[in-house]
């Protein structure tokens, strides 16, 4: 009412809609500043991750180049005929969550006799290696060898044309060195029921906006029956283990977990579990990719990789989706956990 003119206030209203679920209303008010603004990527983007949590694909994934600033945005033109048969080196553009999901399409360029490159972080690496020995992977672009195309992962849903239908699943798709299974194997009782748990990612951050979660929240699931719950968690969070310990049961390996190589043996101990319970973090696409039991906790309104006509995710066969029914409550999730996981044992 003030300054109709004022970009900011409609890219604002729009962000308020989107994360209420007003998908709708977001978009219109998403225009209205775009109209002010018209190349603004951060609006362009956030109306991308609209469509894209609406599970309208096709809107969404044209709009998704412009993520981190456009920076990938000429790469749209690129096809999937473009680069058959042809050397690839591929970066990733997101996070440690967003590698992992995304690496699955790398399976699809190598049916196409694609030569692939792929650049991650130096404590990806020995994990990526696990996915197909014919992928080299490197963590720095140096002494690459020449080659044809230089894309990023977030550019394959694009190329492959994404679909909510047409999404490459596999039973699991990561496939790790059966000593860190065995390692694992020796450290739990399997005659419990054991379950592991991650309830928090990196605070104060944007991305971790309304996926967190405390650790007394699982008080109930630890005093069940047979049930062992094991902490997955690293770094933060940890903190609250040792309060929570003192009324309840749960193992921490927090001193032994990836210590000298990254996520292996978290995905060692991972694959000798009956079951994961853990909030929007990398964990599920580790567990998922393993092809390991997850039970996984989300907002009502979840990042656009968590929605589903149902509570199955459209990316892992083995991830089962407990949603908020209200904004911001995580007691009838857990009440409604807690119920699904007394019938489970109760039929052993």
Not at 221 to 248: A, R, Y
Not at 296 to 313: A, E, F, G, T
Request: hydrophobic share 40%; aromatic share 12%.
């Amino acid at each position: 009412s003030l300054n109709a003119k004022t970009d900011k206030a409609y890219y604002n209203l729009g962000l308020l809609k989107h994360k209420s679920g007003f998908f709708e209303k977001a978009i219109n008010y998403y225009d209205q500043a775009l109209e002010l603004k018209p190349n603004d990527t951060d609006i362009l983007f956030n109306k991308s991750l609209c469509f894209l949590e609406n599970r309208n694909f096709s809107e969404g994934i044209n709009l998704y180049k412009w993520r981190l600033g456009g920076i990938y945005k000429d790469n749209s033109s690129i096809k999937l005929e473009d680069i058959k048969g042809k050397k690839v080196l591929i970066t990733c553009d997101q996070g440690l969550g967003d590698t992992i999901l995304f690496s699955r399409f790398i399976k699809l360029l190598l049916d196409i006799k694609t030569d692939v490159t792929l650049v991650v972080m130096a404590a990806m690496v020995d994990l990526m290696k696990c996915i197909d020995s014919r992928i080299k992977i490197i963590s720095a672009t140096d002494n690459v060898m020449k080659y044809d195309y230089n894309i990023s992962l977030g550019d394959l849903i694009h190329i492959f044309k994404l679909q909510e239908t047409n999404i490459p699943k596999y039973k699991n798709y990561i496939n790790i060195n059966k000593k860190y299974i065995d390692k694992w194997s020796r450290k739990i009782d399997k005659n419990k029921f054991n379950i592991g748990v991650i309830w928090q990612g990196r605070k104060n951050t944007i991305i971790d906006e309304g996926r967190s979660i405390e650790l007394k929240y699982f008080k109930n699931i630890s005093k069940i029956h047979n049930v062992q719950l094991i902490s997955l968690q690293k770094n933060e969070g940890i903190e609250q283990i040792s309060d929570f310990q003192k009324k309840n049961s749960i193992m921490n390996f927090d001193s032994e977990l990836d210590v000298n190589v990254k996520f292996l043996d978290t995905a060692g101990l991972m694959k000798n579990l009956d079951l994961v319970i853990c909030s929007d973090t990398s964990i599920p696409h580790l567990a998922g990719s393993l092809g390991v039991k997850v039970w996984l906790l989300v907002q009502k309104y979840p990042y656009w990789y968590w929605v589903s006509k149902n509570n199955k995710s459209i990316w892992y066969d083995s991830i089962k989706i407990y949603k908020q029914s209200k904004l911001n409550s995580w007691t009838s999730v857990f009440n409604k956990i807690e119920n699904d996981l007394k019938s489970e044992l109760a039929d052993l």
